[in-house]
């Protein structure tokens, strides 16, 4: 049971693109959590979302950050225009149940880098 | 606000002793709390948990301690090996699973 992938591992942008970076669940999860891990600080929770639907994303900035996880495929975390404070490390995390006390495993990251 | 706080950056120990990791939290809502180890370049690895019904929960090497009165959550890691080396995290939970997390304590285990 291949454990949650994310991809790309290392993206490189310049100020005013857009990254998008991927997160496939572990089999059998619906739920999937993004988080953001800024250089020396602890992770920090942006979007919580099922298939189709975003449950909370009281995390994620107002403005050029969008998340979604598609019926088919994986959960996209879109971030448009980037700027160099987005440069960061971000986590997903995927559980079957959306409940507390349910583990979440978490993917290696996609750290980027916004030049 | 930083609602789960670990206040010690780093801590070193000798390889066969106790490794004491600590949490505070400031939130009377959380009612779960966990704690993940980190390695560079990896995602977090789930340790061990604890519901805040319960007051300590063993795991092999690994016990944690809650004091809810105290808001204060402890890791206990014994005996330690160099393979322990790693960022520890603590995190704490409500509702829907949502995890909210401390900054993380380095912990160097010396052989």
């Known amino acids: 049971n291949a454990g949650v992938m994310q991809n790309p591992r290392h993206l490189v942008r310049r100020r005013g693109q857009e990254a998008r970076l991927r997160c496939s669940p572990m089999?059998?999860?619906?739920?999937v959590y993004w988080y953001r891990q800024l250089p020396e600080e602890g992770l920090k929770f942006m979007v919580y979302l099922q298939k189709e639907n975003i449950i909370d994303e009281s995390g994620m900035p107002k403005e050029r950050f969008s998340a979604e996880f598609p019926k088919e495929g994986p959960s996209i975390l879109r971030i448009q225009q980037v700027v160099r404070g987005d440069s960061a490390a971000y986590f997903c995390?995927?559980?079957?149940?959306?409940?507390?006390?349910?583990?979440?495993?978490f993917g290696p990251g996609t750290r980027l880098t916004v030049l | 606000d930083q609602q789960v706080k670990q206040n010690s950056p780093s801590l070193s120990v000798q390889e066969g002793r106790i490794s004491i990791l600590n949490c505070d939290y400031t939130?009377?809502?959380?009612?779960?709390f966990l704690w993940y180890k980190k390695y560079p370049a990896e995602g977090p690895t789930f340790l061990i948990s604890?519901?805040?019904?319960?007051d300590k929960n063993e795991d092999g090497r690994f016990t944690v301690f809650l004091n809810k009165s105290a808001k204060h959550l402890s890791l206990h890691i014994v005996p330690s090996q160099p393979g322990d080396s790693a960022v520890y995290f603590c995190?704490?939970?409500?509702?829907?699973?949502?995890?909210?997390f401390g900054q993380g304590t380095i912990l160097t285990v010396h052989p």
């Open positions: 995190a704490a939970s409500t509702s829907y699973g949502k995890l909210t």
């Open positions: 089999k059998g999860h619906s739920h």
């Open positions: 939130n009377s809502m959380f009612d779960y």
């Open positions: 995390a995927s559980s079957p149940r959306g409940e507390v006390g349910n583990e979440q495993f």
């Open positions: 604890i519901s805040s019904i319960k």
